[in-house]
């Protein structure tokens, strides 16, 4: 049973830093799809970042690109979401997606993942 385990997330100022960290287990990774999408309250998740587990391969909301980095540990089966230069509007929750198969045909949207983390909450204060 895949399971996704997010960490990483808290309180920073305007300006500052934070990682969120995707545990993943359950299954080998290596024809995923991994993702990080936020949620504020009374909106629908939006997608952040993915990466290609295998080739490495990333893509960006326009929102964070420049700002937010996405990588991944093979040995640990962990993603990464680097979050630098934040502002007030990343505050969220942020949840770890994985989608398990080929093929890159919606990669932005929530219904192309498989499984979901229980999401982690980013409070950035202005």
């Known amino acids: 049973q895949v399971q996704l385990v997010e960490s990483g997330g808290g309180l920073e100022q305007a300006g500052g830093s934070l990682r969120l960290s995707c545990a993943a287990s359950?299954?080998?990774?290596?024809?995923?799809?991994m993702a990080w999408f936020r949620q504020v309250p009374g909106k629908e998740r939006a997608f952040v970042a993915a990466i290609n587990w295998s080739a490495g391969f990333t893509y960006y909301a326009d929102s964070v690109k420049g700002r937010f980095t996405i990588s991944r540990d093979n040995a640990k089966n962990t993603v990464y979401l680097q979050m630098n230069s934040l502002k007030p509007e990343d505050t969220a929750v942020y949840y770890c997606?994985?989608?398990?198969?080929?093929?890159?045909?919606?990669?932005?949207?929530?219904?192309?993942?498989?499984?979901w983390g229980q999401g982690t909450q980013v409070t950035v204060s202005s």
């Open positions: 359950g299954r080998t990774f290596s024809d995923a799809k």
């Open positions: 997606a994985a989608h398990i198969g080929f093929g890159l045909s919606g990669l932005t949207t929530t219904t192309f993942y498989d499984y």
